[in-house]
């Protein structure tokens, strides 16, 4: 297997798709990316390194680097990876089509929290399966009389939604697991001190309204798919679709 260092800045998957030299090989980019997830799930994202990779996968230390170069390298393979358990059904319309990846990127990223901590290149990478999943959706904004811009502007609010609001989410569920707490209860006992003060400054009517008589401050799935909802309909409602 080529690596790198054969043609400096060549796609790792233009690599990974020229055949492999030796007919019998120990490794492979597949049990590469299954070893590298079962670490981050299990431990985070800090774990995955490529020496505790090669532990992981009982080979020498040097052995990824025949697939990857480095951690950058890791991360896309073990991104694409986890993206192909999302497949989009065919034969829907635009706002089912964009309801439905959203719904299945959040459980996605619920199994594999670590997406949302991803480093910028690793969060921005184009990798085979998720430029699939880019191309089904575009595909079902395609002859509604949008331009380009306009279908890429969908395709991307819809995404930013779904990862602002799963940053959140895990973020709560980190804390909570960090720290010991139960539910959501515990959560706001344990801040109650702050948000006590931020009220009784009297410069938060509205959130208090809110504090006192929201009803699903713990329904994680209610909150998302409703946020959703009313940011389908208000591209809906732009653009005339």
Same mark, same amino acid.
């Given at each position: 297997?080529?690596?790198?260092?054969?043609?400096? $800045?060549?796609?790792?998957?233009?690599?990974?798709?020229?055949?492999? &030299? #030796?007919?019998?090989?120990?490794?492979?980019?597949?049990?590469?990316?299954? #070893?590298?997830?079962?670490?981050?799930?299990?431990? $985070?994202?800090?774990?995955?390194?490529?020496?505790?990779?090669?532990?992981?996968?009982?080979?020498?230390?040097?052995? &990824?680097?025949?697939?990857?170069?480095?951690?950058?390298?890791?991360?896309?393979?073990?991104?694409?990876?986890?993206?192909?358990?999302?497949?989009?059904?065919?034969?829907?319309?635009?706002?089912?089509?964009?309801?439905?990846?959203?719904?299945?990127?959040?459980?996605?990223?619920?199994?594999?929290?670590?997406?949302?901590?991803? &480093?910028?290149? +690793?969060?921005?990478?184009?990798? &085979?399966?998720?430029? +699939?999943? =880019?191309?089904?959706?575009?595909?079902?904004?395609?002859?509604?009389?949008?331009?380009?811009?306009?279908?890429?502007?969908?395709?991307?609010?819809?995404?930013?939604?779904?990862?602002? =609001?799963?940053?959140?989410?895990?973020?709560?569920?980190?804390?909570?697991?960090?720290?010991?707490?139960?539910?959501?209860?515990?959560?706001?006992?344990?801040?109650?001190?702050?948000?006590?003060?931020?009220?009784?400054?009297?410069?938060?009517?509205?959130?208090?309204?809110?504090?006192?008589?929201?009803?699903?401050?713990?329904?994680?799935?209610?909150?998302?798919?409703?946020?959703?909802?009313?940011?389908?309909?208000?591209?809906? #409602?732009?653009?005339?679709?």
């Amino acid at each position: 297997m080529a690596t790198e260092k054969d043609n400096p $800045g060549e796609p790792l998957w233009a690599r990974l798709e020229r055949p492999a &030299p #030796a007919p019998r090989q120990t490794l492979s980019p597949q049990r590469i990316a299954t #070893a590298a997830v079962k670490i981050a799930d299990a431990e $985070g994202l800090d774990a995955v390194t490529m020496r505790r990779l090669a532990t992981e996968l009982g080979v020498a230390p040097m052995a &990824p680097y025949r697939y990857v170069s480095g951690k950058d390298d890791l991360l896309e393979l073990m991104v694409n990876h986890v993206y192909d358990d999302l497949r989009l059904p065919g034969n829907l319309g635009w706002r089912e089509t964009m309801r439905a990846l959203a719904l299945q990127t959040r459980k996605l990223m619920l199994r594999h929290v670590w997406l949302a901590q991803l &480093p910028p290149t +690793a969060m921005l990478s184009l990798t &085979p399966n998720r430029m +699939a999943i =880019a191309e089904k959706a575009l595909s079902a904004l395609d002859g509604l009389g949008l331009d380009a811009d306009a279908m890429m502007s969908v395709f991307r609010a819809v995404d930013a939604y779904v990862h602002g =609001a799963m940053t959140y989410e895990i973020a709560v569920q980190n804390l909570m697991r960090q720290q010991g707490w139960s539910d959501g209860g515990k959560l706001r006992s344990e801040l109650a001190p702050q948000m006590i003060w931020h009220m009784q400054t009297g410069r938060y009517p509205t959130f208090q309204h809110y504090l006192g008589t929201a009803t699903r401050k713990d329904d994680a799935r209610w909150q998302f798919e409703t946020g959703l909802d009313y940011a389908l309909d208000g591209i809906a #409602a732009g653009l005339d679709i």
